[in-house]
Nanobody
């Protein structure tokens, strides 16, 4: 399985970005797709996840109401719409795939990772 993340960039506070993560290879066993982020000197933290079959969504408290995760099963792609961005959202954003039921907020439990895309929010 390969995950290709894209859509990062530089945006002013209050702006929006949409991240995409396209999965290829053996994607038939996808259970969760998740987004995590990591700022310099900080641990990787959970942002959002979606169950692949049922579409149930999960968010970190810090992004709830501002970020929206969605998916396109036909394209094997997950999206993260990020609105009302804040400087503290600045980080490398990584998508991940789990092929079995896991604690969706635990990075270590995901099976595959994308390369990351940088999001920088200026004040």
């Amino acid at each position: 399985v390969q995950l290709q993340a894209s859509g990062g960039g530089l945006v002013q506070a209050g702006g929006s970005l949409r991240l995409s993560c396209a999965a290829s290879g053996r994607t038939g066993s996808t259970y969760y797709m998740g987004w995590f982020r990591q700022a310099p000197g900080k641990v990787r933290e959970f942002v959002s996840a979606i169950s692949w079959s049922g579409g149930r969504t999960y968010y970190a408290d810090s992004v709830k109401g501002r970020f929206t995760i969605s998916k396109d099963n036909a394209k094997n792609t997950v999206y993260l719409q990020m609105n009302s961005l804040k400087p503290e959202d600045t980080a490398g954003y990584y998508c991940a795939m789990a092929t079995k039921p896991i604690n969706y907020y635990q990075a270590l439990e995901y099976d595959y990772w994308g390369q990351g895309t940088q999001v920088t929010v200026s004040s």
